[in-house]
């Protein structure tokens, strides 16, 4: 059976250890603060992405890896006859997924890649990545991955608290209008992502809000806690909150391995600060 060697980009929340364990290559997206550009994870870390971007006066512009950088990489994963498995986040967030098609169009890899649109991000797009590095060790085939993949995807949660809107209102992510109210009133959103479309699921104020959303999404997990094994809490400037939420979640099932971690700067530089993400799936 040919050799499967897996690829994402740097959205995907995964740790050192799970990256080196099961051999994951990623392709890093760009980061621009007025003049200068830097590359994901290579000379910018996502904490001192934060930092830079809470006091800077514009709002940073994150950017798609080039085709020509896919092409680099998909070449040198190819060179030896494997067949290259590409998960990237949603088409609904960024261009990757499409410069990554280009590349290996330009590259005439054909049947040799196999390029998935993981409707999400963050760790709802890690877990998917590292279940099928899982599958891979476990002598399953590629098409046997791939419906592993969908059936992840079909049963994946991703709830993100925006606590502060100026981001999107700045990005363009809401209409003048609605964002001048928004401002005016405090307001918060709870944001979900179905089959890789990012909308608003409830609006409100105050702390009482954020503890609903809290309580909920908890809740959920204690009503599937024997079918949940993986849970990421991502945050853009509130690990302390993230790690409150993380053991709630060990005293419903201590069994569950909880990754509390900062996300990355595509999530950062539109969510804002305060933004928090509670993401998971059902087996």
Known sequence: MKK??????SSAQLTIDEINKYDIHIVPLSITFSDNTYTDGVDISREDFVKKMLSADELPKTSQPSIGLFEDVFKDLASDGSHILGIFLTQSLSGTISAAKQAADLLNLGDNITIIDSGLT????????????????????????????ETIKKNQHLEMMVSNLDNLIKGGRLGSISGKIATLLNIKLVLQMTDGKLSVYKKGRGKKFFKDFEERVLADIEANKNQISEVGISYVDTPD???????????????????????????????????????????
Do not use: F, M
């Not at 499967?4 to 980009?9: E, Q």
């Not at 877990?127 to 002598?139: C, E, F, N, P, T």
């Not at 005293?251 to 539109?270: A, E």
């Open 241 to 283: 909150i993230a790690a409150e939420i993380a053991e709630k979640i060990h005293l419903i099932n201590s069994d569950i391995n909880v990754l509390s971690n900062i996300t990355s700067p595509i999530i950062s530089s539109h969510a804002g600060s305060g933004a928090i993400a509670i993401i998971y799936y059902t087996e």
């Open 4 to 9: 499967i060697k897996i690829v994402t980009d």
């Open 122 to 149: 963050d760790r709802a797009l890690g877990l998917q990545v590292l279940a099928a590095a899982k599958d891979l060790i476990a002598g399953k085939n590629l098409q046997e991955i791939k419906l592993h993949i």
